[in-house]
């Protein structure tokens, strides 16, 4: 098709449809007028089904019987989904991912997909089946529905259906019209919508937010909203891509108008423009309507770029500005429109076909008698490509203008659908940049726009499933969402394409990843050997960052190959996810999956995080396998074997107790008794827990110790039990309660209570420095000095047995340091005794120790650091003594 | 204001402190309007270390709760904000506390640090309370406590390792290391010495082949992680540095102290008699020099500068009068920071001195040097047995027991059982589980015949009697211990030298554990930049064992920064595997 043909002028703008490419597939005979269409953004495929909410006399769509149907680009059938019912239904349109949602007014729906044809039921659940859904709009991944009572609910993903109530939208009546505005489009973050008052004006509702009305100057209060517009009998409401602008249609004093408002809420100007929608050469069907507005009212208004929206009636377009319109009368009857970011797709029996707004390059370029550069330029390639060049040294020669030229022509050929013209024209800029060098032009323009037009043509492969009709400006667009348009190539199990183009503009390794992933979850399916199978998809991913061979694995499992997925297991480089899978399979298959759980445990031990090996642990201890069973497995690794017990001790003792007996750890079972034993508040109950402790150290004899010291606590504990006992019956005596043994000696001596405590001690068989030492302590508590001192001198007389620095420190401690310093004095060794009083700051002392004991070289040794004058005096009156 | 005795470091923490503080508001602000805070009081503590209460109170937060302070949660705020460590007794309380808690308008966020368990969680599950809670994770990662040391601050990272075995501990590590390597570049020498030290490596390794991170980094030459247990005798020694004695006297939580406001010469209002402190060579001036030193060498210092600083004053009172300028008013800002410095210092080391000077610190001390010189077991026991008898602190008896038992090899079976049972005769039956597990963590244990620690001492030279303790410019890391070298000191000191262990082979495998060096190690040569070294460390690390790594960094001329999972010394070491039964 000649570039310069189809063009439309508005007002000195041009708009022009641009065909794709001839329908040539069943689609010829689809029935768009009568039926549900849905046509998905991205230059996707087409969804039909049939319209029950119409009446029609003559059917005539044997092709939608039964199903749902998805049109390729050129109208060939992709797939056919089943659907009989005949309920209401309240949408019908694509999720941003590019599956089908078809929404019923009871709240059931089906996401259908377009490739394998195959569909998912999900469920509202009860809410709407009371209040039933009257309409819904998709939302990303999700949708915004409205009920017979005009509320509305927010379903963020549609894949997890979660109802989010929106505020009440305080209508009575049906709005003619509403919209929905994505939330990452919105200041709020939050979903947002725009609902035609019946009463005039735009209701405002941010989801559970907000509910705020413009637009209507009764019912506004805030005086800024007051310089706004009234605007009523809005019939609809369309947005454009950016979602910046505003356009309504409004039906005035029988007229229409469309109104186009930028900065919607906050700008006080609009620009208002009357059409007529007459279509005086269409037959409509006969009604009893007689309400022009109804009769007259388009089917839908659509943004075509930013500064145009079109108009659908029954057979026309119109195509209206903010200062002047066009109707233009469409040669097919039957289509369906779609936004796109950059214009408006229009699918006809026929045709597929995009309808945009020229860019100046192009009308320079193409602009029939043109005399611009860019004109220029591409005749003079066009001359010299036939050989038969023109003389074009003007052109040459004028570097500003030939800088134009280039430009031109290179977005010409962005702009450009068919390859042949694309190509015409970037090898004229070419041609004219050789003569430019780098100047006036972005060196890197010719570059990017050839690596570009490269994916959108390669997107495009016209006709077969999974093409995609796309423009250069909307690959620029789902370039700067690479999740999405992966996910988009991969519906259609395009994985070559796919690597090749993230390879191509250099993605990221997540979405590379995805791809594999994807591929293998495909390849699983095939009739082909386990091993085989694995080798292949080994050989293709090894070198790839970041696989999810857990996914693979699921799905092998899912479609029942086990083995293969253990095989694909091995291969998961994260445990993390290895093991829930290994757990998931044990349960997924009933019966033998004794193996799962032994390898998830050893990978979870591998994995050396805790959780994981938390998580097998309580898993596997839910199963009802035989308990021998169990722990055996678990014991196999001290790492498990440390877990268990862990969990066990904080979740269930007795099981722990069990536990312990079969690994024959005795003296974690004695632990673990005592531990119970003093758990217990009844002093009965805790000699019987500590008597099970000793059985259990009785039967390992690795360490001795735990069982004399438990009889020893058992034996104090019984007599302290008869004790009690004996002091219940008289009354007001205070209940001994149990205490370290040797605090009950200490008590006795701080009482004075001799005899007894020296019985006390012969019974628990207290050695008797201890017992010197905790008399020691008695006598200093009490401050019976005379007592300490005899007692001591009596008990270190023939060796120290209670070290004089330690009852030193106690007695300094105490305030009587003179007596503490006393007590240093006395070790046996001056010389530790001298060095220990120096570091403690006592000269004098030290001093005095080293005369006493006639230390002449340790006077010598000291004297250097003695700086006190009186201990300084005594050092050198005794050296000077002893000299003589 | 950057501090001109300070050299400039390569390793920039501040990122880490703009990045937690950012973190931490983002936090709450996921809790809109007023709310109380319930905290554990390790989180609390966290939270002072990272941010000003100021901002706290910005982000609505309204009344702030210790979790062990109270047995009930009021409603008269319903938004609650609770951030718990996942210890089971924990989670087990405040999920008892929820559940009794009668306020149906009640919105609980239960935050995990430094994330959930699968074990809390089944807990809150059995409990009833799952459904009730919105469950987050948060990680306060590393936390600067100085330019040079970051730590996780997890006081039972210790035991964790040894007693409970969880597993848990190194993935915070190796995920601590990896965020490490997102900043700087991955690392390309990387240094293990303990089986600890493996774990870590290993999960490090998984993570990388799976890291988008290609980037090697031009920064940080080596990583070396060491586990505590290859190294126990250390911190059972008292430390001897200005900071390390600070930590042992007065107890330091990460980098803050509370010391009586008596030690500054002020009287305290009752209720508030301490004054907290925060030990960084950011905010205090002199503490670069100080922290390292030892008391003796610490006096002389302190008294050197306060000479320099009082003639600096003068001469530029003398200044002042001609002219008035920035210069001048930076200047006086200066010296009257340095001035406060300085009494500070010398108040608190003062109040160090005179604790010094007691029997009980000669004699422990005395026993500690005996025990690391070589003198027969029987003396020390002999005192160790009387200390018990006494009921002194029990951490502090173990402590020295733990010492002797470690560079004996164990004790022998009478003396085991002797002391065994003493302590339970005189601290109660209880404290067996406690026995229990300083045997299992092989602190103290029957003698295995093997007496590695003199051989040890002597291969690696862990005994220099040379060190003189008033030495202000000390070069042997041995000084940080007067006389004993910390072994992690030497293990560095022999990469710095030779950039391998290789030709140590006999001397390392006197050291139990795993072990793993780069097979050619690489140097990195920027021009003017000193290669940054990161010496991580599991399981606590000393303000001894630091100051003794300081000093290898300077010697060696590379950026030492220091991370572990907590400040530790020995009376902090034996006390979490205290058992409460």
Not at chain 1, 450 to 464: E, Q
Not at chain 2, 81 to 89: N, Q
Not at chain 2, 99 to 128: C, H, M
């Amino acid at each position: 098709m000649d570039p310069s043909a189809h063009w439309k002028e508005l007002n000195r703008k041009y708009y022009k449809f641009h065909q794709f490419n001839t329908i040539t597939g069943e689609q010829k005979s689809l029935d768009f007028f009568y039926q549900r269409i849905a046509v998905s953004k991205w230059g996707g495929p087409l969804a039909a089904t049939k319209n029950y909410n119409q009446v029609i006399l003559m059917r005539t769509d044997d092709l939608l019987k039964d199903s749902i149907v998805f049109f390729s680009n050129n109208g060939k059938i992709i797939s056919k989904a089943q659907y009989k019912e005949i309920d209401r239904i309240a949408l019908f349109d694509f999720l941003e991912d590019e599956q089908l949602l078809l929404l019923k007014a009871n709240g059931s729906y089906y996401i259908v997909d377009p490739f394998k044809g195959t569909k998912k039921t999900y469920d509202l659940m009860d809410q709407f089946k009371q209040q039933q859904i009257l309409k819904g709009l998709i939302v990303n991944n999700g949708f915004v529905l409205m009920t017979t009572n005009f509320e509305f609910f927010y379903i963020p993903n549609a894949y997890e259906p979660q109802v989010h109530k929106m505020k009440p939208s305080n209508l009575t009546q049906e709005p003619e019209n509403w919209q929905v505005i994505p939330p990452q489009k919105t200041q709020s973050g939050k979903v947002e919508l725009l609902i035609a008052n019946p009463d005039g004006g735009i209701i405002h509702i941010i989801e559970d937010e907000k509910w705020k009305i413009y637009y209507n100057k009764d019912k506004i209060v805030n005086e800024i909203d007051k310089k706004l517009p009234d605007l009523r009998n809005i019939k609809m409401i369309s947005l454009s891509s950016n979602y910046k602008n505003l356009a309504l249609l409004q039906y005035i004093n029988q007229r229409w108008v469309v109104t186009f408002i930028s900065d919607f809420f906050d700008s006080t100007d609009c620009k208002q423009i009357p059409i007529d929608l007459k279509e005086e050469d269409v037959k409509k069907e006969e009604s009893a309507e007689k309400d022009i507005s109804k009769i007259e009212r388009p089917r839908r208004m659509l943004w075509c770029g930013d500064d145009c929206v079109a108009l659908q009636l029954q057979q026309y377009l119109v195509l209206v500005s903010q200062d002047s319109y066009i109707k233009v009368k469409m040669s097919n009857p039957h289509f369906a429109l779609k936004q796109e970011v950059d214009g408006i797709r229009i699918l006809t029996q026929k045709k597929n076909e995009i309808l945009r707004k020229l860019p100046e390059a192009y009308v320079n370029v193409f602009l029939p008698l043109s005399i611009k550069p860019g004109a220029q330029l591409h005749s003079a390639y066009e001359s010299f490509e036939q050989k038969n060049p023109i003389e074009d040294d003007e052109l040459r020669s004028k570097k500003t203008e030939l800088g134009e030229a280039v430009n031109d022509c290179i977005k010409s050929g962005q702009f450009e659908i068919n390859p042949e013209y694309q190509m015409k024209l970037l090898k004229a800029a070419s041609y004219g940049k050789t003569f430019l060098g780098n100047q006036l032009i972005d060196p890197n323009l010719l570059n990017e726009t050839c690596k570009y037009l490269r994916v959108s043509n390669a997107l495009r492969r016209n006709g077969s499933v999974g093409g995609r009709v796309v423009t250069y400006e909307q690959v620029l667009q789902l370039i700067k969402n690479p999740d999405l348009f992966i996910t988009l190539m991969l519906r259609y199990n395009l994985h070559y394409l796919a690597i090749e183009i993230s390879r191509f503009l250099k993605f990221q390794i997540k979405q590379k990843s995805t791809i594999y992933t994807h591929w293998a979850c495909c390849k699983v399916d095939s009739q082909m050997d386990d091993d085989q199978l694995c080798q292949i998809i080994k050989e293709k991913i090894k070198e790839e960052k970041g696989v999810s061979f857990t996914q693979i694995a699921q799905k092998s499992i899912e479609i029942g190959k086990s083995q293969l997925a253990l095989k694909l297991l091995d291969n998961e480089q994260s445990l993390s996810k290895r093991i829930p899978v290994l757990i998931w399979m044990a349960n997924y298959q009933q019966g033998n999956n004794n193996s799962y759980y032994e390898k998830a445990l050893i990978d979870a031990i591998a994995s050396k995080d805790s959780n994981l090996i938390y998580l097998v642990i309580m898993k596997f201890l839910k199963t009802d396998m035989d308990e021998t069973y169990k722990f055996g497995i678990l014991s196999q690794n001290p790492v498990a074997q440390a877990h268990l017990i862990y969990y066990l001790r904080n979740f269930d003792d007795k099981y722990l107790q069990k536990y312990l007996q079969y690994l024959k750890k005795y003296d974690e079972c004695g632990l673990l008794a005592i531990n119970q034993a003093y758990q217990q508040s009844n002093l009965g109950e805790k000699i019987r827990f500590l008597e099970f402790a000793q059985k259990y150290f009785e039967e390992e004899s690795k360490d001795s110790f735990y069982s004399k010291i438990l009889q020893e606590q058992i034996r104090t504990l019984t007599d302290l039990k008869q004790e009690v006992e004996r002091e219940k019956k008289e009354k007001n005596k205070a209940i001994m309660e149990e205490r370290p043994l040797n605090s009950i000696m200490e008590a006795f001596l701080s009482k004075d209570n001799i005899q007894l405590a020296q019985d006390f001690a012969k019974t628990y068989k207290i050695p008797e420095r201890r017992f010197n030492i905790t008399r020691v302590k008695a006598l200093i508590n009490n401050k019976n000095w005379e007592e300490l001192e005899r007692f001591i001198n009596e008990k270190n007389k023939k060796n120290v047995s209670i070290p004089y620095e330690l009852v030193a420190d106690m007695l300094i401690k105490a305030d009587q340091e003179e007596r503490g310093l006393q007590m240093i004095m006395k070790m046996p060794d001056p010389e530790e005794s001298c060095y220990m009083l120096l570091k403690i700051g006592q000269q004098r002392h030290a001093v005095q120790v080293a005369i006493n004991n006639k230390k002449s070289q340790l006077i010598q040794d000291i004297r250097g650091s003695i700086n006190d004058n009186q201990a300084r005096a005594q050092l050198e009156m005794y050296l000077s003594q002893n000299q003589k | 204001m950057q501090n001109p005795n300070i050299p400039q470091y390569e390793f920039d923490i501040t990122i880490y402190k703009d990045y937690l503080k950012n973190k931490i508001i983002a936090l709450f602000e996921t809790m809109p309007g007023n709310k109380q805070l319930i905290l554990s009081q390790r989180v609390l503590q966290l939270l002072k270390l990272s941010i000003e209460n100021k901002l706290l109170q910005e982000s609505g937060i309204k009344k702030t709760l210790t979790i062990e302070n109270i047995t009930q949660i009021e409603n008269d705020i319903t938004q609650i904000f609770i951030i718990i460590p996942p210890k089971l007794d924990v989670t087990r309380k405040i999920a008892k506390m929820i559940k009794a808690a009668n306020g149906p308008n009640n919105t609980y966020k239960l935050v995990f640090w430094p994330s959930r368990t699968i074990l809390a969680k089944e807990l809150l599950d059995q409990e009833g309370v799952l459904s009730s809670v919105e469950i987050k994770d948060f990680s306060f990662d590393l936390i600067p406590l100085d330019l040079d040391v970051l730590s996780l601050e997890m006081p039972d990272a210790f035991r964790d390792m040894m007693i409970d075995q969880d597993l848990s501990i190194y993935n915070y590590v190796a995920d601590s290391i990896n965020r490490i390597q997102i900043v700087m570049g991955n690392i390309p020498n990387i240094y293990c010495k303990g089986d600890g030290a493996k774990m870590v490596y290993d999960i490090i390794k998984v993570e990388n082949s799976q890291s988008d991170q290609n980037q090697d980094s031009q920064e940080v030459e080596s990583l070396i992680i060491y586990d505590r247990s290859i190294d126990l005798v250390t911190p059972m020694l008292t430390q001897l540095v200005y900071e390390g004695l600070i930590d042992e006297q007065f107890g330091i939580n990460g980098n803050l102290v509370s010391l009586q406001k008596k030690v500054f010469g002020k009287e305290g209002q009752e209720g508030e008699e301490y004054q907290i402190l925060q030990l960084n060579s950011e905010k205090d001036p002199l503490m670069y020099k100080v922290r390292g030193l030892q008391v003796a060498s610490l006096a002389k210092y302190l008294y050197e500068q306060a000479k320099q600083q009082e003639a600096e004053k003068t001469e530029f009172q003398k200044e002042k009068q001609t002219q008035l300028n920035e210069r001048i008013v930076q200047q006086a800002k200066k010296i009257k920071l340095e001035q406060e410095s300085n009494s500070r210092h010398l108040n608190i080391s003062g109040k160090i001195a005179e604790n010094i000077k007691t029997i009980s610190f000669y004699k422990l001390l005395s026993l500690e040097q005996g025990i690391i010189n070589g003198d027969k077991s029987e003396r020390t026991l002999d005192y160790i047995e009387a200390m018990i008898q006494l009921e002194m602190d029990l951490n502090k008896v173990v402590r020295l027991l733990a010492l002797r038992s470690l560079v004996d090899g164990g004790l022998k079976q009478k003396p085991f059982d002797y002391m065994r049972r003493e302590i339970v005769h005189v601290y109660g039956f209880k404290t067996i589980a406690f026995l229990n597990n300083l045997s299992k963590a092989g602190m103290v244990y029957k003698s295995d015949a093997k007496q590695l620690f003199f051989k040890l001492q002597e291969q690696f030279k862990l005994l220099n009697v040379d060190i003189r303790s008033d030495d202000t410019d000390p070069k042997d890391p041995a000084y940080t211990y007067s006389g004993h070298c910390p072994l992690m000191a030497r293990l560095t000191e022999k990469v710095f030298d030779k950039g391998s262990w290789k030709p140590f082979k006999t001397q390392m495998q006197l050291i139990n554990g795993f072990q793993l060096e780069p097979e050619r190690p690489i140097k990195l040569n920027i021009p003017g930049k000193k290669p940054i070294v990161i010496v991580y460390i599991l399981g606590g690390v000393t303000y001894g064992e630091i100051a003794s790594l300081r000093l290898l960094g300077k010697q060696f001329n590379k950026e030492v920064i220091i991370c572990t999972t907590n400040m530790t010394n020995g009376t902090k070491l034996i006390s979490s595997l205290r058992e409460r039964i």
